[in-house]
C-alpha cells in the first residue's frame, strides 16, 4: 500500500501547467510568448542562437547584451552565464518584473548576460542525429548536461564575445553540473572567474521533496509508469487527485504542477500575479533518466554518475562496474553559495556536508526563510540575494 500511495503522489505532481479544471486565460502577456518576446517585452535587446553539443544536441540559448539603463554604452561588458535548475528553463531567470529578475538586474547593472537551456527542455528539443520521439533521444541525465551542455555553451560564448573569462550563475541542478564539470573539465574551470551557486545540489540525501518518494520507487515501475522517453505525466490519476485534492483554482494550478511539487512553494514570498507566467514555463521537461538519476542519489546519498543497472553496461559508459564518484573537493574556482533554512531538496544538511568540501569557498549564506524557488521568484530575492551577487561581480570585474 505504501508503495501504491508513492506511486499516486507522484503521479498527482505531474498535470499539466494549467489544471485540472481548464487552461485559465492568464493576465500577463507574457505567458503566451517565447525567450526572446519576453525579453522585448520589458524593452531590453535580446538574441538567441544554437549550441550544438559534441553529442548532436542543439541547445537554445539567450543574450541580453545590455540593459535599459545602459544602452548607450556600447563597449565590451564582463559576461554573466545564468544556468536554471531541474524541470526549468531560461525563462526563469526573467519571469518576474525587470526590478525583480536576475537577468534584467544583471544587464541594468552593466553585464552582458547569457541565459542556458539543458538538453530535453522547451528550447533544447532538437538533435542532428535522433528525433525527440526515439528512445535514443531521451537517453541523459545531468551527466551529459555537466559533460557536453555547459563545456559547449560555455565554448560557444567565450568564442561569441571575445572574452576568455565568465561568471556563472547557477540554481537547483544548475548547481550540480556546475560541480560535476568545474571538476572534471579543468580547461573548462579556467573559464570561470566565480561560480555564484543558488540553492546547491550535490547530494540530496537528506531531501525532504518528492524526489524522496521518487528514490522508494523501483526502476523498473517507474518506467512502466512513466516510460523511457520524456518525463510526462499519466493524466487519469492526475485528473484524478486533482478533483480530490486541489479544491481552489490557484492550489488545484500549483498541485498539477511537477516544479512546485518537486522544489516546494512559498505563498508568502511569490508575486501572485505573475503565477500564469510561473506555470505557463514550468515544468520545461526532462528526460525519465534524469529523474531516475536523482532517484538512484536520494538511495545512495551519494555524489555520483548514473548507475545504467548493470556492470556490464557501468563498464560500457566507464570502464568499471560501478558508477564512478564526483569529487567536488577537485573544483577550485572561487564559489560563494546561498541556501534556503526551508529548502525541501536542497536540505540545509546536504549543504552544510558540501560547503567543506568547496577548496575554495569565498562566501556563504543561509537565507532562512527560503525555500528552492524563492532564490529565483521570491519577490525580496534582490536585497537578499542578487544585490550581493551584483556587489561581488563588481568587486570581480574592477
Known sequence: MWLLLTVVSLISALGTTHGFLGKIAPESPEANMNISQM??????????YDVVTEDGYILGIYRIPYGRKNSENI????????????LASATNWIANLPNNSL?????????????????GNTWSRRNLYFSPDSVEFWAFSFDEMAKYDLPATVEFIVRKTGQEEISYVGHSQGTTIGFI??????TLAKRVKTFYALAPVATVKYTTSLLKKVSYIPT??????????????????????????????????????ALFIMCGFDSKNFNTSRFDVYLAHNPAGTSVQDILHWAQAGRSGKFQAFDWGSPYLNNLHYNQSTPPYYNVTAMDVPIAVWNGGQDSLADPKDVNMLLPKLTNLIYHKEVLPYNHLDFIWAMNAPQEVYDEIVSMLAEKNM
Not at 492526475?238 to 494550478?253: H, I, T
Request: proline share 5%; aromatic share 18%; net charge negative.
Open 103 to 119: 537577468a534584467f538586474i544583471l544587464a541594468d547593472a552593466g553585464y552582458d548576460v547569457w541565459l542556458g537551456n539543458s538538453r
Open 75 to 86: 563597449g565590451r561588458r564582463p559576461v554573466v552565464f545564468l544556468q536554471h535548475g531541474l
Open 39 to 48: 525579453i522585448n517585452y520589458w524593452g531590453y535587446p535580446s538574441e538567441e
Open 181 to 186: 564539470a568545474f571538476s572534471t573539465i579543468p
Open 220 to 257: 523498473s515501475l517507474f518506467k512502466t509508469i512513466f516510460g523511457d522517453k520524456m518525463f510526462l505525466p499519466h493524466n487519469y490519476f492526475y485528473q484524478f487527485l486533482g478533483a480530490e485534492v486541489c479544491s481552489r483554482e490557484l492550489m488545484d494550478r500549483l498541485c498539477s504542477n
